[in-house]
């Protein structure tokens, strides 16, 4: 938390945290390969940062759902 206070405290448009990014670049997802691709790299995230050993572990992702169990999003998965 310490450190999104400190980003907030850099930018007047902040009150308090800066949790997003504000130089991120919307992509159009243009086919079901593309939207597998990023899928599997938003599920890859907490893996390739150290936080889990597998995708289905991380408990803020949708990894869970898609691994046929049942994650926070209930099931719900993008076909």
């Known amino acids: 938390?310490?450190?999104?206070?400190?980003?907030?405290k850099k930018?007047?448009?902040?009150?308090?945290?800066?949790?997003w990014r504000h130089d991120n670049k919307p992509i159009e997802l243009w086919s079901n390969k593309a939207i597998d691709d990023k899928i599997n790299y938003i599920h890859n995230n907490p893996v390739e940062g150290?936080?889990?050993y597998k995708l289905e572990e991380y408990v803020y992702s949708s990894a869970k759902d898609y691994a046929g169990e049942?994650?926070?999003?209930?099931?719900?998965?993008?076909k």
């Open 1 to 8: 938390m310490e450190q999104f206070e400190e980003a907030g």
């Open 50 to 52: 150290g936080f889990v």
């Open 11 to 19: 930018l007047s448009n902040v009150n308090k945290y800066q949790f």
């Open 70 to 78: 049942l994650g926070l999003l209930g099931g719900v998965v993008v």
